[in-house]
Every structure is written in C-alpha cells, then in structure tokens.
C-alpha cells in the first residue's frame, strides 16, 4: 500500500493539533475519520492559555517552529479560516527583581539574535507604551507580531471546513497491525476502525496507547478569569509575560525546573475579559484548584497591574498538558510502522504550534515534504523507552 496516496485516515484525539491534522488531510482529499476518549478540546486544549507566541522561546528547533506557527496563524486569517478568531498583538515580558532583569537581558538578546523582532523599554518609555504596569516594572522587553487565539474556537473552526464529525466517547485500545510495517487501522471498544493511515494526537492518552509511560509526564497548569474590565482592558496594548515566567519554564541557568513553578500571564481578552495564569505542576488532579496557587497568582497579577485589584474574579480552571522528559513534542512517524504517526508532547506551546504541526503531519503522511525541520521531534529518539515498535 503506498503511504503517499491514503484515501482514508483514522485520527485519535481532537485537540487542536488532532483537528489540524484532519482540516489539511482534507486538503490533501483524504477522508478522516476522528476519534476522542471525550470530545473535542476537552483536555489540554480547552484548558490553555492560548498564546501564538515566540516570547518563551530559546533559540532552537521550538522557537523554528513557533515561528512558523505564528506565520501560518497569519496566513489563515488572512485567508479568511481565521479571520475573526486570532487576534494580532505584543508581548511584554516584565522583569520586577534583579534575577528576572538578568534573565531577561539574555532572553532578548537570545530572541533578537534569532530574528524576533523586540525592544527594550526604559523606565519612561514603559509609562507611556504600558501605562497600567506598575513602578515595579524595572526592564520591560517588547515582543512584536505575536498573537491569541482561544483553544475550542480554533478546533471548532478547523473542524467545520473540514466537515469532519468528531466520534465522541471513543477511546482507542491499540493499533491496528497489518502486513509487514504497516498499520491496518486503530481497536476502539467498539470494534475495528480500518484506514489506511493512522494518527495518534491524543495528548495524555498518547502513553499508554504507545507504551510512552516513561517519556510522557502530565503537567498541570493552574488558570484564572476575571470579569469585564473595558476600560482597563483596553488600556493594555498586548499581553503581560513575568520574568517569573521565565524562571518557572527553566530558562535560568542550569534549566533548572521545580515539581511547581509558578509564573505570570496576563493577557486582555477581545471579550474585556482577562485570563491570568498560571502554573506549572508536576503532579495534582486536573479537576482541582487551591487556594495557595490562586491566592499567589493575584498577589503577583496586582503587583504588575494595580487596577486589578479592583476586578473581580470569575472562575478559576485547571488542567493537564503533556510534556516530554526531554522538553520536546514528538511529532513523525511512529517507530515500526510506515503508515502511523504520532504528534504529542506540546505542553503549553499546543495552540500555537497544532496548526503548523498539523499541517506538517498531512504533508508527511501523504508523501509530501513537510514545510518544518521534524527531525529534533522524531519519536525514534525514544524507540529503546518504549515506544510502539
């Protein structure tokens, strides 16, 4: 069977990179069919912050990527897919203390070094650019051509021009295994599903289907959201990073991460909204927040933006997004097969790299080149962890 021409393909899960994957096997004229344990942007998708963003990012194949995850955002609302649902602005990372003022000199240099175009804010400048940060702000770095855009709209969006149905409630078992190296399709508790290509993007799910319990670790992330604020809302030209930020992704010296960090996102929704986050766990049940991880996320929210105090809060959420014990995705071909592939392992860069990284899958999975370097994600890295083979 020649993998550059599927006429069909089986996805298993339905966040964003599942239902990326699907919007451009359509394109390519192959029929999908899209499988979730629960339904569509109902994990780490739903549960994200939804930053299209380079700011977080070091020099690398992550930053690449991201790059071209924010380009390819611009192309589609240019085209119309994404016209309403990605809204272009700034980062400001703010550095309040002399560690995250170092961390962040570096940082920019780092950034611009790579191509991003940034700039540093002096004290008077950062009034007149920000004037709702407070005087704590003590180094501001200003990230151009940046973006937001909220999880479920995109995977929504994606999948009405495909015209693929999501099959909810539909947890797969195991792979299907054909002749020789090829997948014949995907076992759900319903029975077979035969394609002739198969797609693992199932996030958390994707360990034990793969055999990855060794490489794949849940990370959870704590979010906060606040009534309407216009006016306030409207005084914020884009989003605010913390150095803290920084500091908790393990961008200091060493890459040096805790079983909790805590950073600072604050970012001015289109609704006048604003959604504050977050943390960084390496354990806790999805379902629940604590009143020590919210009571620290305003504390810092209001340290950086005093007027916030003043805004009350909604609703707190938490929940889960996968990371690879070597900090990057797997996305590629599943090792032992020629027809199956897998595309997980995003953490908290999913929004804004699931639509170039979907499209890379299409490409790769209908023989075609990919348009991004996916060899520092290869699953075969792992093959002697685990991994299906």
Not at 250 to 276: A, E, H, M
Not at 313 to 340: H, K, M, Q
């Amino acid at each position: 069977m020649p993998v550059s021409t599927p006429a069909t393909a089986v996805i298993v899960g339905s966040g964003i990179v599942g239902a990326a994957t699907a919007y451009f096997l359509t394109q390519h004229g192959v029929k999908v069919t899209l499988l979730d344990a629960v339904a569509p942007a109902a994990e780490a998708t739903g549960a994200a912050d939804g930053a299209v963003s380079v700011a977080s990012k070091r020099p690398g194949p992550m930053m690449t990527a991201a790059l071209s995850g924010v380009a390819l955002y611009r192309e589609l609302a240019a085209t119309g897919l994404f016209s309403d649902i990605f809204k272009s602005r700034s980062t400001f990372i703010v550095a309040a203390s002399n560690e995250e003022c170092e961390v962040l000199h570096a940082h920019a240099a780092a950034l611009a070094g790579a191509g991003v175009r940034v700039e540093l804010l002096a004290a008077a400048d950062v009034r007149q650019r920000f004037s709702a940060l407070s005087t704590q702000a003590r180094l501001v770095v200003e990230v151009h051509d940046e973006g937001h855009a909220i999880g479920y709209q995109i995977v929504h969006r994606f999948l009405t021009a495909a015209g693929v149905t999501v099959r909810r409630a539909s947890p797969v078992r195991s792979i299907l295994t054909g002749d020789g190296r090829c997948a014949a399709g995907v076992v759900t508790q319903d029975g077979e599903i035969r394609a002739d290509i198969v797609i693992v993007a199932a996030g958390n799910g994707s360990a034990e289907l793969l055999r990855l319990e060794n490489v794949l670790t849940p990370r959870k992330g704590q979010l906060l959201v606040t009534e309407r604020a216009p006016a306030l809302n409207a005084s914020m030209p884009g989003s605010i990073m913390s150095g803290r930020y920084l500091l908790s992704k393990g961008s200091q010296k060493g890459g040096v991460t805790v079983p909790r960090g805590l950073g600072l996102v604050i970012d001015p929704l289109r609704t006048g909204q604003f959604l504050i986050g977050g943390t960084r766990e390496d354990h806790g049940s999805r379902q629940t927040n604590d009143l020590d991880a919210v009571g620290r996320i305003l504390r810092h929210a209001v340290a950086l933006v005093p007027k916030l105090a003043s805004v009350r809060l909604l609703r707190s959420f938490a929940g889960l997004r996968t990371a690879v014990v070597d900090g990057l995705p797997l996305v590629g071909r599943i090792p032992g097969y020629e027809n199956a592939f897998v595309a997980t392992g995003f953490e908290g860069d999913g929004i804004c790299l699931g639509p170039v990284v979907g499209r890379a899958l299409a490409s790769l999975a209908c023989g075609a080149e990919p348009a991004i370097d996916l060899r520092p994600f290869a699953p075969s890295r792992f093959a002697d962890h685990g991994v299906v083979a």
